[in-house]
């Protein structure tokens, strides 16, 4: 069974331009999260998705940042325009639903830099 | 969710037991003890998880105190490829948004 997918792995632009990243959940996965981890630290939530339905964006920067799950099934964040401070590793994980003991499983990551 | 404090690196020899400590001194009584962990250039692995009583998978053991405000994650006998930042998060155990708080993590060296 695949895990989730991410793409791409690596982004490179300069600073005020838009970039997006693509999430492909693991089949039947309800619930999708994304994740913002800086250099040395832990991963904090950006998002949750149930479905296609946003339950939990309180953290994610709605100024520049914007998320979408159209169908309840792939999801793609963007950043529009990327300030310097936003290089980062970009985790997409997910789950079967989201229950409190539903273990998460994340992808590799989109490895940003912004110059 | 409570907070969790960890040593911010470990080392360890390939083939012994690694035990990482976790204080969680403010955990409530519906709240879970997870542990993740995570390779470098991969994304956070879920390892095992507890509310009281030990636990033990494929992959390693916890061990929770009686009082609940420390457990220890155990791999038997680590090899390099447990080389990693393990995480211990506290989170609660009722349908409450399944969000994930992480902390720093401890840096896990296994050395040959």
């Known amino acids: 069974e695949a895990g989730v997918v991410q793409s791409p792995r690596y982004k490179i632009i300069e600073k005020k331009q838009p970039v997006a990243f693509w999430c492909n959940p693991i089949s039947g996965h309800n619930t999708l999260y994304w994740y913002l981890q800086n250099l040395g630290q832990g991963p904090e939530l950006l998002i949750r998705?149930?479905?296609?339905?946003?339950?939990?964006d309180s953290q994610l920067p709605k100024d520049r940042f914007s998320a979408e799950r159209l169908k309840g099934v792939d999801s793609t964040l963007k950043i529009q325009p990327a300030e310097l401070g936003d290089s980062a590793v970009y985790l997409c994980a997910s789950s079967l639903d989201g229950g409190a003991q539903e273990t998460q499983y994340f992808g590799p990551g989109t490895r940003l830099l912004v110059l | 969710d409570a907070k969790t404090t960890q040593p911010p690196s470990m080392d360890c020899a390939e083939g012994r037991a690694a035990n990482l400590p976790c204080n969680h001194s403010?955990?409530?009584?519906?709240?879970?003890v997870y542990w993740y962990r995570q390779i470098h250039s991969q994304g956070p692995q879920y390892i095992i998880h507890g509310l009281k009583n030990n636990e033990t998978n494929e992959m390693a053991s916890l061990i929770i105190t009686e009082d609940r405000k420390s457990s220890t994650l155990i791999l038997p006998h680590a090899t390099l490829r447990d080389t990693a930042v393990y995480y211990c998060?506290?989170?609660?155990?009722?349908?409450?948004?399944?969000?994930?708080?992480f902390g720093g993590g401890t840096r896990l060296m296994v050395k040959p």
């Open positions: 998060i506290v989170r609660v155990g009722d349908n409450a948004g399944n969000m994930l708080t």
């Open positions: 998705y149930e479905n296609e339905e946003a339950v939990d």
């Open positions: 403010t955990i409530s009584g519906n709240e879970y």
